[in-house]
Nanobody, 114 residues
Framework: QVQLVESGGGLVQAGGSLRLSCAAS????????MDWYRQAPGKQREYVAA???????DYADSVKGRFTISRGDVKNTVYLQMNSLKPEDTAVYYC????????WGQGTQVTVSS
């Protein structure tokens, strides 16, 4: 059974940084892509960033230049380095991975105070 577990969320002041981590277990295969999404209160879940096994990286316009997605040395781990955080980045951040179907983590709360 595939499981994705996020960590690294917390409370930070505007302009600060956080690093989110996601580790997958329950599979011997590498995911085709690993992604980050977020959902703010009262809003739909939105795409943040993605990285493929081939190294292709993509970001939502709202986080370009501030967030960096990377894969870890351990298979099926992914990080999201978030710099210059803004109050509007406040959300639950979800790790997601795709290989034939999409898997989701339980989410980690990021709160940015002004």
């Amino acid at each position: 059974q595939v499981q994705l577990v996020e960590s690294g969320g917390g409370l930070v002041q505007a302009g600060g940084s956080l690093r989110l981590s996601c580790a997958a277990s329950g599979t011997i295969f590498s995911f085709n892509t690993m992604d980050w999404y977020r959902q703010a209160p009262g809003k739909q879940r939105e795409y943040v960033a993605a990285i493929s096994t081939g190294g292709r990286i993509d970001y939502a316009d709202s986080v370009k230049g501030r967030f960096t997605i990377s894969r870890g040395d351990v298979k099926n781990t992914v990080y999201l380095q978030m710099n210059s955080l803004k109050p509007e980045d406040t959300a639950v951040y979800y790790c997601s991975a795709e290989r034939g179907r999409r898997y989701w983590g339980q989410g980690t709360q990021v709160t940015v105070s002004s």
